[in-house]
């Protein structure tokens, strides 16, 4: 955030996530993260996060917890703009190496529909991002 700016009122602030495997979620989530920009912002003994500006993502294992799955109540996605079609292309290429699976493969990069360019990804643990082009 710009020194003596305030955040705009309901932007968001920060997100939070439970993962089963820390080190697993740092190999997919962390690695799409760092590719978007984001950078390492706090690191602790059970967690990770990353920012973007005045937002942050956190990934957290919890031993309390039962196995997320973006098909079970709470989060389905988390969606992120991408600089262009070309970067969202080579996003979707790579993210296999890193324990994503392009989900729609049928329907990509159109699953959204005609006049969206985006790409669908899951990783190992159920949770799924969108990356999403411009329209141009």
């Given at each position: 955030?710009?020194?003596?700016r ?24 962390g ?11 706090q ?6 996060s ?9 990934v ?13 109540t ?5 969606a ?7 970067r969202l ?15 729609f493969?049928?329907?990509h ?11 669908y ?5 159920g949770?799924?991002?969108?990356l ?5």
């Amino acid at each position: 955030m710009t020194p003596g700016r305030e955040p705009t009122p309901g932007a968001l602030h920060h997100v939070e996530l439970w993962v089963p495997d820390l080190a697993r979620a740092e190999a997919s989530i962390g690695w799409l993260l760092r590719e978007l920009g984001w950078t390492e912002y706090q690191r602790w003994s059970a967690g990770v996060s990353w920012r973007l500006g005045p937002t942050y993502l956190v990934v957290e294992h919890s031993p309390a917890m039962d196995a997320h799955h973006r098909l079970h109540t709470g989060l389905n996605h988390l969606a992120f703009h991408v600089g262009g079609r070309r970067r969202l292309d080579e996003l979707a290429a790579r993210a296999p190496d890193h324990g994503w699976s392009l989900m729609f493969a049928d329907r990509h990069p159109h699953a959204g529909g005609a006049d969206h360019y985006a790409a669908y990804l899951e990783n190992t643990d159920g949770f799924e991002v969108e990356l999403v082009a411009p329209d141009r």
